[in-house]
């Protein structure tokens, strides 16, 4: 199974909104309304942001938000903070073979 | 509060073997579905193998297949991956996570694995 593919890096300005694009296949993104995104701070562990597609876990801004069309989901930021710069990664299940499959990745830059 | 911590991370030679624990409190251990996520230094996230609450099912990546085995104690609240003939390429900080709705709602901090002659 092949990771999902994210642009290598985005960036934005504070207060601007960025969106990162998670593209996958018919068997895992398109197949199921289970594609979670992470953040991840240089030397952490993974935070999940969103998962269902579109849900948010307590205690994550609202200004994070996801959603999905065909084979293709996307984490959109908006209001941009200094603290948001970090790398975000997305995850979809995909089916009871693979499990699960993740994107390569996407830095985010606020500039 | 869920806390997750992992430990047995260390410089092991190609060939070699090694068991990571992965030491959970703070939830009801045995309800919930556990799994390993692995990261290459400098590289992104990668499922490794996921264990069912009662240990009846496991499944795992195509990468460690054959080489890994996953498993748990429940009485002791602990996950466990064990390792062997163990490559370069396994070389990760490996994370354990405890699922969520089709998620991976908490993680621990990580332990580091090294394969190197």
């Known amino acids: 199974q092949s990771a999902l593919t994210q642009p290598r890096s985005v960036s934005g300005s504070p207060g601007q909104s960025v969106t990162i694009s998670c593209t996958g296949t018919s068997s895992d993104v398109g197949g199921y309304n289970y594609v979670s995104w992470y953040q991840q701070h240089p030397g952490k562990a993974p935070k999940l942001m969103i998962y269902g597609v579109s849900k948010r876990p307590s205690g994550v801004p609202d200004r994070f938000s996801g959603s999905k069309s065909g084979n293709t989901a996307s984490l959109t930021i908006s209001g941009l903070q200094a603290e948001d710069e970090a790398d975000y990664y997305c995850?979809?299940?995909?089916?009871?073979?693979?499990?699960?499959?993740f994107g390569g990745g996407t830095k985010l830059t606020v500039l | 509060e869920v806390q997750l911590l992992e430990s047995g991370g260390d410089l092991v030679q190609p060939g070699g073997s090694l068991r990571l624990s992965c030491a959970a409190s703070g939830f009801t251990f045995s309800s919930y579905v556990m799994t390993w996520v692995r990261q290459a230094p400098g590289k992104g996230l990668e499922w490794v193998s996921t264990i069912r609450g009662s240990g009846d099912y496991t499944h795992y990546a195509d990468s460690v297949k054959g080489r890994s085995t996953i498993s748990r104690d429940n009485s002791k609240n602990t996950l466990y991956l064990q390792m062997n003939s163990l490559r370069v390429e396994d070389t990760a900080v490996y994370y354990c996570a405890k699922e969520g709705d089709y998620d991976f709602e908490d993680w621990g901090q990580g332990t580091l694995v090294t394969v190197s002659s």
């Open positions: 995850c979809s299940y995909a089916g009871s073979y693979t499990l699960w499959v």
